[in-house]
Every structure is written in structure tokens, then in C-alpha cells.
């Protein structure tokens, strides 16, 4: 298998783990706990860095974007997992394989959309309507979840337009990733800092927080830029449809809830929309 296709699955097995790990840390302000996990994936490139500075040496446009793909998905991902049931939040938020295939004819020149694409919007956003009916128990809460699930669709779209987008900026090394978390991290914990409560943190969160900043938020976004620049991106983008599955199914065990029909469902839809979207694609 080539090294490419590995770095590609290594990010998609953290990856899965990341709505497990924001659900146990749900009494942490969402500020403080994506300043934290994103500054500790950042110090990851510290060793290339050290090495050559240059690495680090970007323009502002491309840092700027680095900062809205990362601080924005994570810190959005992170309110939904509060205000949402966390399975039907989860997989709300991975509409963003079809997103990437929506948006691309509309942030990506030279882009068209087939009548298959629309075919595959169709069927991923049923599987949302699914997955938000299904968690739904009479009229109680209906506020609260809705607003939870707006804000996994908001960083489903974030994190859609920030992939799309790095293909319209300069190239850039693989450590500068660590850079997008440092100043990400720094933001988020300065808006901690002047809007939220302060918070006492124990060991076990400590711990959690250091295992959300050194893979989901860390290792695993240096791993895909690697997959992304060493291989056929069409094929790994077939790969990455395999996260919501492995996280669904894991947050599912953490949280001791059954597999309903709707979770179910909502999940065969939503991941049989992205990959119909990107086969089509490479047609």
C-alpha cells in the first residue's frame, strides 16, 4: 500500500476519535478547550522549525485561511457536540465530503456540476433530515438541538471551503500546519480569556486535552497534507468518507447508545452521497 494511502487512514483513525473526545470534555468552555488542543498540535512542527525556519514563512493570505479552517470547524464542532445530540450532530457535520463536491464549480474555476452531483446532495441532505428527525422526542429541546445542528452545518461548510480553498493559495510545507494551530489556538484562548468564565481543569482533562491536541487536532491534520501531496487525491478523498462511519460507530459505544433505524439510515445516505459525489467528480 503506498505511504500516501497510510498517512491518509493514520489521519481518518484520529480523526474518528475527535466527537468522543469533545463529548467527554463538554464541561470545558468551548474556547479554552479548542486554544488548548490546537496549541498543542501546533508545537508538533516545532522540530521542523528548529531545523528551517522558512517553513514557517507564509503569506498573510494563506495564514488567514489556515486560521478559518481550523479555529473555525473545530471551535463550531465543538458548540454542536453541546447543543445537539452528539451521534446526529456528528453526522450532520460530515456533510462536508458533499459539500466539497457542491462548492467546488463555486470557489474552484474550471469546475462543473453534473446531474449526479445534485443526485448526491439529495441523498446527503436526507440523511441529515433523517438523522435531525430521528433525534428529535416530542417538541422539547426542538430550540436548542436546532441550534445545534445549524452549528454542525456551519462547520461542515467551514472546514468544505477551507479544503477547496487551500488549492487556490501559494504552496506551502507541510509544518506550516503547525503554525495554523499555534495562531488558532492563541486566538481562540485569547476569546476565552475575555468571554468566558475562567475554569478549573482536573488531571483526567488535562490528559484528554493533550490526546485531542496531539492527534485529532494535531497529528492527523500534518498526516492528511501529507496524503494530500503524496497521492492520488481523488482516491483519498474516497478514503476520508471512512471517518464518519469509524467515528459514528465509536461515539455510539462511548455514549452507550443503540443504533437506531434513523442513525443508521441518516449515516448509509450520507456516506453513500459523498462517495457518488466524488466519483462523479473524477469521471
Given at each position: ?26 464541561h ?16 508538533l ?31 463550531l ?34 469546475v ?16 441529515a ?7 428529535r ?9 436546532t ?11 467551514i ?12 504552496a ?8 495554523f ?13 475575555v ?19 496531539l ?20 482516491q ?40 457518488l ?7
Open positions: 500500500m503506498p505511504k500516501s494511502y497510510l498517512h491518509a487512514l493514520g489521519a481518518i483513525a484520529l480523526w474518528a476519535t475527535l466527537a468522543s473526545l469533545g463529548t467527554a470534555l463538554s470545558v468552555p468551548p474556547f479554552l478547550l479548542t486554544g488548548l488542543s490546537l496549541a498543542i498540535g501546533g508545537l512542527s516545532l522540530p521542523s522549525v528548529l531545523r528551517d525556519r522558512a517553513v514557517w514563512r507564509i503569506p498573510p493570505r494563506t495564514l488567514a485561511l489556515g486560521v478559518y479552517g481550523l479555529f473555525g470547524f473545530h471551535f464542532l465543538f458548540l454542536a457536540l453541546r447543543h445537539a445530540p452528539p451521534v446526529e450532530a456528528n453526522l450532520v457535520n460530515y456533510l462536508w465530503p458533499l459539500l466539497m463536491v457542491v462548492l467546488a464549480p463555486v470557489l474552484l474555476a474550471g462543473s456540476l453534473r446531474p449526479a452531483h445534485l443526485v448526491a446532495a439529495l441523498l446527503g441532505f436526507t440523511g433530515a433523517i438523522a435531525i428527525l430521528g433525534a422526542d416530542g417538541t422539547a429541546g426542538a430550540t436548542t438541538e441550534w445545534g445542528f445549524a452549528l454542525a452545518a456551519g462547520s461542515a461548510f472546514w468544505s471551503s477551507y479544503s477547496l480553498w487551500t488549492r487556490r493559495v501559494p506551502f510545507s507541510t509544518a506550516a500546519i503547525g503554525l494551530g499555534l495562531v488558532s489556538g492563541m486566538l481562540s484562548l485569547a476569546c476565552h480569556a468571554l468566558e468564565p475562567s475554569a478549573s481543569l482536573s488531571t483526567r482533562d488535562w490528559l484528554l486535552l493533550a490526546v485531542c491536541g492527534g485529532p487536532l494535531g497529528a492527523a491534520f500534518y498526516l492528511w497534507d501529507m496524503a494530500l501531496k503524496g497521492g492520488d487525491v481523488r483519498i478523498g474516497i478514503l476520508s468518507y471512512l471517518t464518519p462511519l469509524a467515528s459514528t460507530a465509536l461515539l455510539l459505544v462511548v455514549t452507550g447508545r443503540p443504533l437506531s433505524w434513523a442513525i443508521a439510515l441518516a449515516a448509509a445516505l450520507i456516506i453513500s452521497a459523498a462517495v459525489g466524488t466519483r462523479t467528480k473524477s469521471a
